[in-house]
């Protein structure tokens, strides 16, 4: 099975940018949508957004127009890029392939703050 590794997280002020990495260990078209999650302190987990093997992106209405997810097929790895960024996107964010039986990863921390 493929394994994804994210990364690139950190602080930034508001109204800044940050571009995450999610690794696969191999192919990255073999899993069929990949999504990006985040779970901020207290709350629950919520799916940012997903891209499928073919191409087709969504995002979610919170994030869209700042947010965007891009894939490199040499690097075999997604990216989410976040600009435009705000204290309420402070969270942990995961990539995940969106199997049931895929793992969670360690995620990577997100903080916006000035």
């Known amino acids: 099975q493929v394994q994804l590794e994210e990364s690139g997280g950190g602080l930034v002020q508001p109204g800044g940018s940050l571009r995450l990495s999610c690794k696969a260990s191999?192919?990255?078209?073999?899993?069929?949508?990949i999504g990006w999650y985040r779970q901020a302190p207290g709350k629950e987990r919520e799916l940012v957004g997903f891209?499928?093997?073919?191409?087709?992106?969504n995002l979610s209405d919170s994030v869209k127009g700042r947010f965007t997810i891009s894939r490199d097929a040499v690097e075999n790895t997604v990216y989410l890029e976040m600009s435009s960024l705000r204290p309420d996107d402070t969270a942990v964010y995961y990539c995940?392939?969106?199997?049931?039986?895929?793992?969670w990863g360690q995620g990577t921390q997100v903080t916006v703050s000035s």
């Open positions: 891209i499928k093997a073919g191409g087709f992106i």
């Open positions: 191999g192919n990255i078209y073999s899993i069929s949508t």
């Open positions: 995940k392939d969106l199997s049931p039986e895929a793992p």
